[in-house]
């Protein structure tokens, strides 16, 4: 390789920026102050952003605040809750759920209208067929009844 030399007036060669840098001194030997040919390989603090939260840690904060770590909630917006959530209720507490006005009015009505009785609103989504209904007519409403809950009513 050439090196860039330029030759003065006095006709010594001056030396230029390039001639003067280190470099050229390293030219040639094995390695350029970096030891043995075997060392200074691979990557010694590890690749890229590695360890920004260890032996970085410092300029990551410094010069990336906010780069690693959580803010705020996360949104489960994709997650499916309780899909078999059925809360019940057998036929013997569903008395409780009517009102006495309304089964007092209902008993006084002589057209015969039974009380309609909406068992979700109550919470409750199925209605199990243990006990025994009260004689007096009902209308109920829920999202499922068992068997034998439907025998009975």
Same mark, same amino acid.
């Given at each position: ?10 006709? @010594?060669? =001056? ?6 840098? +280190?470099?050229?001194?390293?030219? #040639? ?19 890229? &952003?590695?360890? #920004? ?8 904060? %410094? ?5 690693? #770590? @959580?803010?705020?909630?996360? &949104?489960?917006?994709?997650?499916? @809750? ?31 209208? =039974? ?10 989504? %199925? ?14 409403? =829920? +999202? ?7 025998? %009975?009513?």
């Amino acid at each position: 390789m050439a090196t860039q030399c330029s030759e003065s007036s006095s006709g @010594r060669v =001056a030396a230029t920026p390039s001639t003067l840098r +280190k470099t050229r001194n390293h030219r #040639g030997r094995g390695s350029p102050g970096r030891g043995p040919v075997r060392k200074h390989r691979k990557h010694p603090r590890g690749r890229g &952003h590695a360890s #920004g939260t260890r032996h970085r840690r410092i300029s990551f904060h %410094k010069y990336h605040p906010g780069y690693s #770590g @959580r803010v705020g909630l996360r &949104h489960h917006d994709h997650v499916k @809750r309780n899909q078999n959530f059925c809360p019940t209720v057998n036929l013997d507490k569903l008395g409780t759920l009517v009102g006495e006005e309304t089964r007092g009015n209902a008993a006084k009505n002589k057209t015969g209208a =039974a009380p309609i009785t909406d068992v979700v609103r109550s919470g409750h989504y %199925k209605v199990l067929g243990k006990g025994k209904l009260p004689k007096q007519p009902v209308i109920m409403k =829920a +999202k499922f009844f068992s068997r034998c809950a439907e025998e %009975k009513i």
